[in-house]
């Protein structure tokens, strides 16, 4: 049979085997209509062996040999049973998963429930052709299943179709489940690794004077950095020390350095998502230096603000610019 008809042909029976329209609400319960059980090569090995040993006791006329052969297929009738509550009424939740960068890896958190006093051993859970990753659930207890998944694209990122299976205890049986839980990852574009520096002229930079003299307190000092204004260098405490490092003065309130990203000021850029880049690296290097920083887009105005939340919002707006609501 060829490959592609093969493939279509089983995306069509996980389609009617699923029973409902992705994406699934949750829990997903592995009920019994869901959990499909098949011999793997080792298990077809076995009943070729058992009808082999068979053929021979009956030419024989062997009564050992029947023995044999019925005490072996009695224990691959049971391994049937075994694999398959090993994976039925398993309950699957989605976990939490937090936002990358384009080109890193996305990881779906899943949560596996077993209500039942036996444990679940041996479970292989993949999305796709990845590498399975196994794990156990003890009794009336919970595990938590981590997936990676490349983040290729910018934007929402759905959670592929999972695949559950388990060949414990004898691996004569495979029972496997599909499922697709209501998760999504939130894709960053990746940061310019060559950037311009950040916009300090025009109407961009706000809340200081001409001469770095601010109106508020003075908070301190900490260590230069590349993205700092050159006004806010501490020079009088350079110069009394003997080839120390470059300080930059800190501000409480107005006098702490506002500047603004704007998507027009990079008008020479032609191309979208390397503007995207670029505006992702100054929210990143803005941070790190402590400023507060706005961002101006088309359809989008971020006041100026700093802190972990400004730039999860700000960059969370180019993730999903021209994707939808921001």
Known sequence: ?????????????????????????????????RVYVLPTRAGLAYATALGVILLGAMNYNLSLGHALVFL????????????????????????????????????????????????????????????PLEIDIGPHASSVATLDLPALRRGWLPMPRLT??????????????????????????????????????????????????????????????????PHHVAWKAVARQQDGPLLTKLFFGAAAEQIWLDWDALAD????????????????????????????????RLAPDNGAAQLCTGLRALALHEHGAH
């Not at 008809?5 to 319960?29: K, M, Q």
């Not at 009738?77 to 936002?99: D, K, M, Q, W, Y």
């Not at 894709?187 to 706000?206: F, H, M, N």
Request: charged residues 20%; proline residues 8%.
């Open 72 to 131: 072996l297929a009695g224990l691959g009738i049971v391994a049937i049973l075994h694999t398959f509550r090993n994976l039925v009424l398993v309950s699957i939740r989605p976990g939490r998963c937090e936002p990358v960068f384009t080109g890193g890896l996305a990881q779906f958190d899943l949560v596996l429930q077993n209500q039942r006093p036996d444990a679940r051993t041996s479970l292989r859970l993949f999305i796709g052709e990845g590498v």
């Open 164 to 229: 559950i299976e388990t060949t414990w205890p004898l691996g004569l049986i495979r029972a496997w489940s599909c499922a697709v839980p209501d998760l999504k990852c939130l894709v960053y574009p990746a940061p310019a690794t060559r950037a311009p520096p950040l916009p300090w002229g025009g109407d961009s930079a706000q809340g200081s004077t001409r001469d770095g003299r601010g109106a508020d307190d003075f908070s301190g000092l900490r260590n230069h950095q590349v993205t700092d204004a």
């Open 1 to 33: 049979m060829p490959a592609s008809l093969r493939h279509r042909l089983h995306e069509a029976f996980v389609r009617w085997a699923l029973r409902v329209r992705p994406p699934e609400a949750t829990p997903i319960v592995l009920t019994q209509r």
């Open 269 to 300: 850029v032609t191309d979208a998502e390397q503007r995207l880049s670029i505006l992702a690296r100054w929210m990143i290097d803005a941070d790190a230096a402590g400023l507060a920083w706005g961002l101006r887009m088309p359809s989008l």
